[in-house]
């Protein structure tokens, strides 16, 4: 297909794609699956340019482009994908990128081929302070790699960082320390609580080990009435008392998943998101494009149960997507 770098003329702007271009990464989270897949993936630029260049619904740029793996400032593979996804700006209003800063240099050299000036959300996953961070990464010394990166991130004019923390068995007796450490160093942090998906529907063996025993939930509960100003607290809060969940997702509204073996989906937590498996080589707009289009098919096959319990907080509806729909 045929992409122009040239800014689209009408400037409809609709929904999120998060692109996640490598399975590989410097940690080895003991929620993740994707440390454990192998062979390890990257997304092919040709179908990173076509899902990019493709909108839904007759869009003419996304909202955000969301990039993430694995981690794809640390993997010089990945990172070879930024100037094609960097041309394509005019195809997306923001830009954001997850990453878990860890080691803070391959970061670094990461965020520099990204940063081109223009504005750049950075997401870094912060577990813990110290070793219970250490632990959930799996990686000795993670606490003060990712503490250098930050530092260092922090200087770029054109950067704006947020921390996530995953709420699991590991750290939830430590969450006091991280909220008092965030806000010492005057960063804004969001909850997700561990689930049987976290990461890419593949990890249910790890999540027998981390989640939350009902003890826990009650002590998350508890935390995250004391500590969290997200506008998902209340419904983290019923998700962990076997409530459902009411908030919407702008994933499930208007956002898609490509995942860096080429398969798409609304989201990571369920097979019963996948709207397609890996998209052929042949005719990748055909393709995307059908991909997308199936979203009505599944959710009126009841996909959307899935986000009944969902703990994962990153694409919440925000107040400044507007009201809530109904
Ligand atoms: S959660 Fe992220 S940083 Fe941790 S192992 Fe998985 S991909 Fe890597
Ligand atoms: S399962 Fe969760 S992440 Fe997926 S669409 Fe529903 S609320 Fe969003």
């Given at each position: 297909m045929t992409?122009?770098?040239?800014?689209?003329?009408?400037?409809?702007?609709?929904?999120?794609?998060?692109?996640?271009?490598?399975?590989?990464?410097?940690?080895?989270?003991v929620f993740c699956g994707l440390p454990d897949s192998r062979p390890h993936t990257v997304l092919p630029v040709?179908?990173?340019?076509?899902?990019?260049?493709?909108?839904?619904d007759g869009a003419t740029r996304w909202e955000e482009v969301n990039i993430t793996g694995g981690d794809p400032l640390v993997m010089p593979a990945a990172r070879r994908l930024f100037p094609a996804l960097l041309s394509l700006r005019p195809y997306y209003e923001r830009l954001s990128v997850s990453t878990a800063g860890v080691p803070a240099r391959a970061t670094l050299a990461g965020l520099d081929e990204?940063?081109?000036?223009?504005?750049?959300?950075?997401?870094?996953?912060?577990?813990?302070?110290?070793?219970?961070?250490?632990?959930?990464?799996?990686?000795?010394?993670?606490?003060?790699?990712?503490?250098?990166?930050?530092?260092?991130?922090?200087?770029?004019?054109s950067v704006s960082v947020a921390l996530t923390?995953?709420?699991?068995?590991?750290?939830?007796?430590?969450?006091?320390?991280?909220a008092d450490h965030a806000e010492a160093e005057g960063l804004p942090v969001s909850y997700a609580v561990v689930n049987s998906s976290d990461h890419y529907i593949n990890s249910l063996p790890l999540y027998r080990d981390v989640s939350l025993t009902p003890e826990q939930s009650a002590a998350a509960v508890d935390f995250l009435t004391r500590r969290s100003r997200q506008r998902l607290d209340t419904d983290l809060r019923s998700v962990l008392r076997g409530e459902a969940r009411r908030l919407p997702c702008r994933l499930l509204h208007r956002g898609a998943l490509l995942t860096s073996d080429g398969a798409v989906a609304i989201c990571g937590t369920s097979q019963r998101m996948v709207l397609a498996d890996a998209l052929p080589g042949d005719d990748l707009a055909g393709a995307w494009d059908g991909a997308l289009g199936r979203r009505r098919e599944l959710l009126s096959a009841g996909a959307a149960q899935t986000c009944r319990t969902c703990t994962t907080n990153c694409f919440a509806w925000?107040?400044?997507?507007?009201?809530?729909p109904g």
């Open positions: 992409v122009t770098s040239e800014a689209p003329t009408t400037r409809r702007t609709r929904g999120i794609l998060i692109a996640s271009l490598t399975s590989a990464c410097g940690c080895a989270c040709e179908t990173l340019t076509t899902a990019v260049s493709r909108p839904p990204l940063d081109d000036g223009s504005p750049l959300d950075v997401y870094v996953s912060l577990d813990g302070v110290g070793e219970v961070h250490d632990r959930v990464r799996r990686r000795p010394g993670a606490f003060a790699e990712v503490s250098a990166f930050l530092a260092e991130a922090r200087r770029r004019d923390c995953v709420i699991n068995r590991l750290n939830v007796d430590g969450l006091d320390d991280l925000r107040s400044s997507d507007g009201p809530i």
